[in-house]
Each structure stands twice: as C-alpha cells, then as structure tokens.
C-alpha cells in the first residue's frame, strides 16, 4: 500500500532540518539480557531457544558459563554501566534464589551495574517458584514477569501450561507480599474457541491481581513450533482477533494502565525499562545460549549484533567462552531495523534518537515518513513522529515503507536462534 | 533426387515426436550418443519444460539402406500446437510424407486428426506410427482401429514402436525410404524456394530454413524475396545434420538453411517463396499469408521504470517472432505498456513468460480480448483490439465479431458435457460423428469465447480426454456491449471487457465476485462495481483488512521478522496500484477464472 502521492510544497517543516554533517554516532545506554534455556516441558506455541530438561539442572555448570560469556564480551562495555538486566528463557526461575544472587554479583564483579537498574526475572507461576519470591528479591531481583497466559483452566491445557489460574493468583499474592509488586503478567488472546466475552475475562482476571505491568499478546502461530505445524482447531478468525483487541485494550486502559506499545500496557512509571531500551535501540549484552546482543563501536562508527551457540549442551562445552563474533548491521538495513523497534512504541521516535543510534542523518527516513503521513499511517507533533491509530493497526505496512530496497535486503544476515522473547509467553 | 526423403512427424503434444526424432537422428548418426541431448529438437528450454515445439527446426540425416543405398531424410520439424497451424501447413507443405504418431495408449487427438488432414489435402504419404507400444496400458489395435476410423487411413501397416527403448524404430526407417515418395520437382527451371522457418541470429541475421522446389540454389547468387520484391546476396547456405554444415549449393527436392544479409524477420516471412534475381519464376508458391494475430492483450511493467527494457524486449523477441504485434498502449491503471496481438493464447503465455523469464520484467497483462469489427454510423469499418477503443455506442452500427470452426474429438462418455459447454458458449453445431471410440463434432463459436476459458473448461468436463482444434472461420454481427469495471467508484480501462448483451448481467455478478475472492483485504473497504454505460449491474465489497502487525518484538533475532515483511513487500510489489487500491495480476485476468471453483 505504498502510496505514489506527491507532496504538497506547502507541509510544516521537518520537526528537525537534515544536518549538513554527517550525525554522530552516540555510545547509547547498554543493557544486558540473559538466557536461560531449560523449561519444565516446552509448549506447543513456543518458539525460543528452551528446551526440556531431562534429568538435573547443571545450575552450577551454567553460572559458571554465564560468567566466562560475561567476562568474554564485557570489554565491550566501553566504560558503561548496565542500564537494565533481563533473565528470560526457558525458565530461569528454575534457578535456586541463591544461585542468581551470586551469579549476579560475579557478573556485577566484571561489569558494574547502575545504582537503580531494573533487574527483572522472568517466572511460571508453579510450584518451584512458590514461597522464594522474597528470596529472590533478597537475590537483587527488582522486577518479576509471570507467564500467567491465561485463566480459563482449558486454555492453560491446550497450551500446554504446567499451572493453573490459582497458582497464577498464588504467585501474584506472593509477589505482593514480597515486595516485588513491579510484576508484569503475560496474557494471551485469540486462543481456540476463545470468544470475545473469554478474552476480557481474562483480562479482567489479570488486572484483578493489581500487576504494574500487563503483556497482552495476540496468540501467533510461529514457524517451527507444534502450532505452527499443526494449527489448533477453533481459532479465531482476524475479525474477532481485532474485536478482542480492541475491546481488551479499552477494558485495560479503563483499570489504569496506558498502552506504550503494541502489546505492553503499565501503570504509571511501570514501563519495562530493559524492553524501552530494545524499542529505543539502545545496546545490550546477550548472554547465554542462544543469546542475541547488539553493540555500538563508537570508534569504528559500526553497529554490530551478537549471537550465542544456541543448543545448551554445546554452549556449556566451549560456546560461552567464544570469542565474540560481531556482524555489523549495514547502513542500508539501519532505517529498517530503528524504525521496526521504535514505531511500536505509542510515543515513537525522535530525529534526535534515530541520529545519535543510527549514525545517520534524518533525511534517509525522511522521504518515508512523510508519505506515510500523506497516507494516514503517521503522525508527529514538535517533539516526535509515530504510528497514528491507523498505522498501529498496519504496523507492518509502516515499517515496510523501511525495508532497503532491492534484492541485497533478501540476503539478510545471520539466521536461528530465536532469542527468548523477555515478556513473552514463554517460561 | 530419387534418394532423397522428405517428410514431418505430425503428433499430438507428449504422444512422443521429440523422443522419436532423437531416436532417427541416432541411428542415423547424426550425433553420437554422448552428445545426444534428449530431445534436440526443442532447442528453447521453454520447449523442453513445455513438451511443445514452437519454432519448426529441421534435421537432414543420412541413411543407408538394407538395399544398400543412401539416402538423404530431411525431417522437417512441426509446431504441435493450435495456435501454430498456419506454419505446420508450411512445413508440410515441404514435405512427400509424413509421420503420424499415435500414442498407444491414448490414441487420436483432434489436434493431429486436424493437421493430419491438412497432410493428406497436400497430397503427402502418412505413415501411421503407434508409439509407446513399451507401455503396459499399449493397446495398438484399439488405436490402430481409431485411426482407420478416425483419420480415414489405413492403419494396416502401421509401424509399432517404441521410441524409448528404440523398439521398431530400424523398421520405421526402411518404411521411409519404402513408402514416401521421392521429392518431384525441375533442377532447371527457374528457382522456387519455400521459406519453412525463418529467426534472427544475432550474427548473420534472419536465418531461413528452405526447401528447393525447383531449380537450384547456389552459394553467392543474387535472390529475390516474392513476398517483399527485395533482392539479397546469398551469404551462406547448408544443412543442419543437425549441426550447421555449409554446402556450395542446394538443389531441388532438398531441404536445408539460407543466410542473405537480411535484417528483419519479415524479410523472409514463413511460406514465402525465394526465387532469383536474375530468372525469377512466373508465381510465387501457393498459400503464403500474413500471419494476423487474433488475441491481443495489453501488457505493462509493474515498475515503470522498466517500460524501455520492455521495449527493448518486445523488439528482441519480435525479431524472431513476426507473428507477435505491438504498440504502446498508455492504461489510466496500469501505466505505460504495450497492447500485443497473438496466434493465441498459448502464444501469449510463452511471450509472456520469456519476457518474465529471459528479461527480468515484471509484467501485469490485461484480459486477453479478440479483435472485432465495427461497423460505424458514417460507413467506416474499424478494428478493434480493444475495449477501450469501441467507439461510443451511438457512432455504432454494428459490432462483429469472429467466428472459428472448431473440431472436438471426445469419448462417447463425455459427450453430453461437451455439447453443454458448446451451447454455453454460443457454439452452433455444424457435425456430429460417432467413430467407434470418439465422437468427432465440429461446431462454429465466437473466438470470444474460446479465448476465455473453453479450453480449461472442455479438458475439466470431459477429464482430459476431450481434444480441440480450431481455426478461423469469418466475421458475424452479434448484440456485443462494453462492460466496465469500477474499483472504488474509478473506472479502471484495464478491466473493462467487451460481452454479449445477453449474458452481462451474469457475468458481471460473477465477475465482481470473482474479484471480491481475489482482491487482498486492505487498509481500507474496497468496492468493485460492474456498468454498462453509467448503470452499475453488479456489484460486490471487499471487507477491510483489521490488523497488520507482529504481536511481539523484542532484542533478539529480527532475521525471521524482516524475512515476513520483505515477503509481504514482495507480494505487494507483483500487485498493481490504482488509487489506493492494490489489484493483483489475478483480478486483471478475473474473467478468464469466472465460473471455474
């Protein structure tokens, strides 16, 4: 839907003009994710790096690697601290609270973290975890995401979830209790058979349980998941799919909690800051199996992403001690990829941002950008542009719109892992 | 020129002509084994996925015979398709005999019952050939009987062979030098060449493929074209075997190539005569044409940009293509393309796909419409290959349009369907013949209607058995009406249609639903009307798209997300935009679909 429009002369000016010089290129924050591989039983919908575990957790082996994958990229750092830490997977809560407190101190030894930063866990709310939540918070965890998914007991089944709506409830009492009241929820909608009346209370069971933060992701069938291969019966058709957002996003809104993204909605100040720092493409450490990194080289003007053996067992054997392999992102993809992080955020991107994170100047996005505002699909005020109502919706043909022309953008660099989706639906 | 054989293979498409030649180039010599490339005589890679011959290509094999002498086989090649038959009557026409291959199994088709006449009206010896004889489904009697029925000939010495294994394939070639006549003809009269094949070299130029009627033809001597009265040096000439050999001189009764400095294929049209400068002969050859094209479709780049390589394109192809026409067309919708006339459809599929194929571009063809003749208010008599160039109704008189004879040849079983569908089609009935296994009916339709679907739908009612063959008969006035096309209130010149008054109201309703199935949802509600004049007739709605967004992004890999959208770009990419519409290449051909499920 790339619209041929000309451009009346007579349109406000560029909330910032072009440059002359070439913008510099800005160290930004540097946040740091880490992965956990292993689950309980993987689920049928679930496309990141987690598998099973058969037998013991090789906890100790697996700090152990963390810390000498640390140490190995930790003089990337360039003098930062860690803004944000992220412990997603699998499901990291499968690790003791003891055993992430040390881990995060030695890692605290090699990089120093900011005095404040988020440091969040991602959690099932099962048996394991029960009664170590103030534990874990004792550990240096200020933030906890709790793969609820949903409360309809028959749901949760064919999702192939080990807990039930109550441990869900449990949990979040606990983290209350805790102190750990910074929760996130994951929660799915579009689930088989579900209907509209089944996905609001849903969201209503979740608000119920007073989290800072809600995830509210439509049910995708991915590629090289059981789902995607074999997809359940009874799923909504996209008319209903869009009913059940639209309706869900007014009932959250109406418990008080603003939408800052596509599916992120949070109390006030509750945003997720690590996840704020992907979508603002800041830098992060990726550390652990399969994890993805992205750094900023200053001195060389390069933007480069990482990416960790994928399969535990050989991460454990020598991955985590590799030496890092940068593969630097070309000029050409940078609009494609800033733009893709920074149009899901409600508030958008800054010519500013996009110059200092890119190294280039606004006038390569600017031609889009003011074609898609011809079109309807984005607006802008003094301080920012971003995806109008009707752009939200068509995110994807926004983002397009970014996609470096030509067939050379076909050959897209590296392939695999999927790196764990931090809020997702996946512990 | 006692010894010397010519003859064609006539067979229906698959029933093994290729496979066949390669076996009599073979044993022949011609090529050794290591270098047989199966099925040399489909050069284009196009041919050989298609399993047709487009351009005719000849191969002169030397033979020695039980008898002990040698001959000389020219096997001139033959298109197998229906759009082609005006050049399978030029080979033919160069040939004393012919090869009618049957396959064992499936036995005759209409296609080969049509050019098999056309052989025997032109006086040439037909061998029946039942092939595939290996095959554990071979009935060669069943087929040995169809074509005494069918074709009228005896069958009684049929060759049985199999030209896979190579099974009767030594006993074909002594009934050739038996059975077929040697070539007649003056080595002293003055010269009489006919043009078989003519295509451009990049090279040497136009490169004809003759046969000698009468006199001779010699390296270096002066030649006169009939057809355009221009006179050329003979640069080269020779014989494929099937390498090119170059030869001092061909003489009557042979068969080989002619190269003349001539620059444009329509030089050397196919069927005309060559005579020389200096002692021209009193006529040229009987049944040289024109070739008219009879579908015409407007083609246009998906990206602008390319409308040079397009043209560039067009021009290439031409130059080995006479019967392909164009012009420039500029469409409101679709841009800046070409309006191009063809044989048929199968032509303009194979045009289509070398241009998609062997230059990159990326095309977008309107419905394929026939050329009609208007008759105007003030006397004037148009042609229109278009139905945006229809004149306004009230400077109309009269609108005709053409008129095939077609021959179907179908199993009893199926008959019934195939009269339906003939009457469907406006088809008026001329024969109808039971032959043993099939029945042969000859009916006259409106090429109209041929052009949109009856070939898809005649193979569907009858599973495949039913087999066609048509050509041109004349002109006849019908209540014709222009049908347009409105996408969100615009009318798009790219789809607008020319129908029968009395149908329009049905296929309009199943045009707009056909295009309502086949337009993406998008951003936004599109409505697709069907008028004539200023009343809409039908009309149908595409619901708006809701949503286009990934649910989740976060830091890690965005290979497989920037993967999703490129291939969504991709696909929008093949779609044209009109207004804010995008209209994939389907709902520009929506008619040829309508009424298929």
Redesign the interface.
């Known amino acids: 839907?790339?619209?041929?429009e000309a451009q009346p002369e007579t349109r406000p000016a560029l909330p910032t003009a072009p440059p002359l010089t070439v913008p510099t290129l800005a160290a930004p924050p540097l946040?740091l994710?880490l992965h956990f591989p292993w689950c309980v039983r993987k689920c049928p919908y679930c496309d990141f790096n987690s598998h099973t575990l058969h037998g013991q957790l090789p906890q100790q082996h697996y700090l152990d690697a963390l810390v000498a994958d640390m140490a190995a990229q930790a003089p990337l750092a360039g003098g930062r601290e860690i803004s944000s830490i992220f412990m997603g997977g699998g499901t990291p809560s499968l690790f003791a609270p003891e055993a992430i407190g040390r881990l995060l101190e030695a890692l605290r030894q090699l990089v120093p973290f900011q005095p404040q930063a988020e440091i969040t866990l991602e959690a099932n709310p099962g048996t394991i975890e029960r009664g170590r939540f103030a534990e874990y918070r004792a550990a240096g965890i200020t933030r906890v995401s709790l793969g609820a998914q949903s409360f309809a007991s028959a749901q949760l089944e064919r999702l192939g979830r080990i807990h039930s709506s109550d441990d869900t409830r449990t949990a979040a009492a606990e983290l209350h209790a805790a102190g750990l009241a910074n929760f996130n929820l994951d929660l799915m909608y579009a689930l088989p058979d579900q209907d509209l009346a089944g996905a609001l209370e849903d969201v209503r069971a979740a608000l119920a349980l007073k989290p800072a933060h809600l995830s509210h992701?439509?049910l995708?069938l991915e590629?090289g998941t059981l789902f995607g291969a074999l997809p359940p019966a009874g799923l909504p058709d996209?008319?209903l799919?869009?009913?059940m957002?639209q309706h869900c996003q007014s009932e959250i809104a109406a418990g008080g909690y603003r939408q800052y993204e596509?599916?992120a909605y949070a109390r006030d100040g509750a945003g997720c800051a690590h996840?704020l720092n992907?979508w603002n493409f800041g830098d992060?450490f990726?550390v652990g199996a399969g994890a993805?990194?992205?750094l900023t080289d200053q001195a060389h003007g390069t933007i480069g992403r990482t990416?960790r053996e994928r399969e535990p067992r050989r991460y454990l054997a020598s991955g985590a001690q590799a030496p890092l392999a940068l593969r630097d992102i070309p000029d050409a993809d940078l609009p494609?990829?800033f733009m893709?992080?920074g149009l899901?955020l409600v508030d958008g991107v800054t010519s500013a941002r996009f110059e200092s994170r890119t190294g280039l100047p606004w006038s390569t996005v600017a031609t889009q950008l003011t074609s898609l505002e011809a079109?309807g699909l984005v607006e802008r005020n003094s301080e920012y542009w971003r995806a109008s109502t009707?752009g939200?919706?068509?995110?994807?043909?926004v983002?397009?719109a970014f996609?470096p022309p030509g067939p050379a953008?076909?050959q897209?660099?590296?392939?695999?892992?999927?790196?764990?989706?931090?809020?997702?639906p996946g512990a | 020129m006692q010894f010397i054989r010519n003859f064609s293979i006539i067979a229906h498409v698959d029933h093994g002509k290729s496979t066949l030649a390669d076996r009599l180039i073979q044993l022949c010599g011609g090529l050794e084994e290591r270098e047989m490339q199966a099925q040399v005589l489909d050069s284009m890679d196009l041919e050989r996925e298609r399993g047709i011959t487009i351009k005719a290509q000849s191969v002169t094999l030397f033979y020695n015979s039980q008898a002990g002498q040698r001959y000389q086989l020219n096997l001139i090649d033959t298109p197998g398709h229906v759009d082609f038959s005006y050049e399978v009557s030029r080979s033919l026409a160069a040939c004393d005999g012919a090869l009618l291959v049957v396959d064992a199994s499936q036995g005759v088709e209409a296609q080969s019952v049509a050019n098999c006449h056309t052989a025997v009206e032109q006086g040439l010896e037909v061998l029946p050939v039942i092939n595939k004889i290996d095959l554990p489904s071979a009935d060669p009697v069943r087929v040995a009987a169809e074509i005494e029925e069918i074709i009228g000939i005896s069958a009684e010495h049929a060759a049985r062979v199999s030209a896979k294994t190579g099974e009767g394939v030594a006993e074909l070639l002594e009934a050739i030098v038996l059975r077929i006549p040697p070539p007649k003809g003056d080595p002293q009269a003055p010269l009489q060449a006919l043009i078989i094949d003519s295509w451009f070299d990049n090279y040497v130029g136009v490169v004809s493929l003759v046969r000698v009627m009468n006199g001779t033809l010699r390296q270096g001597e002066k030649l006169r074209m009939m057809s355009t009265g221009r006179s050329h040096g003979v640069d080269k000439l020779g014989r494929f075997t099937p390498r090119s050999v170059a030869l001092p001189e061909l003489g009557a009764g042979e068969v080989g190539f002619v190269i003349a400095g001539i620059r444009e294929i329509d030089g050397a049209p196919v069927g005309d005569t060559i005579t020389h400068d200096s002692r021209p002969c009193g006529a040229p050859l009987p049944g040289f044409k024109q070739v008219q094209p009879r579908v015409f479709a407007g083609l246009f780049p998906i990206n602008s940009e390319d409308y040079e390589s397009f043209r560039d394109a067009l021009a290439k192809l031409r130059l080995n293509d006479s019967a392909l026409h164009y012009e420039p067309e500029a469409s409101t919708a679709l841009g800046f393309g070409f309006r191009c006339g063809f044989l048929g459809l199968l032509h303009m599929d194979i045009v289509q796909e070398r241009l998609e194929r062997e230059y990159q571009l990326e095309l977008i063809s309107s419905a394929p419409t026939v050329v009609y003749e208007v008759v105007c208010t003030d006397g004037k008599v148009l042609h229109v290959d278009s139905p945006a160039k229809l004149p306004a109704p009230d400077r109309i008189e009269e609108v005709r349009e053409p008129i095939i004879t077609a021959n179907i040849l179908v199993p009893p079983d199926y008959v019934g369907a195939v009269l339906g569908l003939c009457s469907e089609k406006r088809g008026a009935q001329k024969k109808m013949q039971f032959l043993g296994t099939q029945v042969a009916l000859q009916y006259q339709l409106p090429l109209a209607e041929v052009v949109l679907d009856f070939f898809d739908r005649l193979k569907s009612v009858s599973r495949g058995y039913a087999s066609f063959d048509y050509e041109f008969s004349h002109f006849q006035a019908a209540p014709l009406v222009k049908l347009d096309v409105l996408i969100n209130g615009d009318k798009v010149d790219a789809l607008a249609l020319i129908i029968h008054r009395d149908s329009a109201y049905q296929r309009a309703r199943e045009l707009v639903d056909k295009m309502q199935e086949l337009i993406p949802r998008?951003?936004f509600e599109v409505a697709v009307q069907a008028a004539i004049g200023s009343h809409v007739i039908a009309r149908a709605t595409v619901?708006a798209?809701?949503?286009?967004?990934?649910?989740?992004?976060?830091?890690?890999?965005?290979?497989?997300?920037?993967?999703l959208?490129?291939k969504?770009?991709e696909g929008?990419k093949r779609m044209k935009?009109v207004g804010?519409v995008?209209i994939p290449q389907e709902a520009f051909l929506a008619v040829l679909k309508v009424g298929r499920k």
Not at chain 1, 1 to 4: D, I, K, N, W
Not at chain 1, 392 to 397: A, E, G, T
Not at chain 1, 413 to 423: F, L, V
Request: net charge positive; proline share 3%.
């Open positions: 839907m790339s619209g041929p946040a994710y992701y439509q995708t590629p996209e008319d799919a869009a009913l957002q596509v599916s996840n992907y992060y990726g993805h990194g992205k990416q494609f990829e893709m992080n899901r079109r009707l939200q919706r068509f995110l994807n043909d983002i397009a996609l953008s076909a897209s660099r590296g392939q695999g892992a999927d790196r764990k989706n931090p809020e997702g | 998008q951003m619901k798209l809701r949503k286009n967004v990934l649910a989740k992004c976060y830091g890690g890999d965005i290979t497989r997300k920037k993967k959208l490129e969504q770009k929008k935009q804010q995008e």
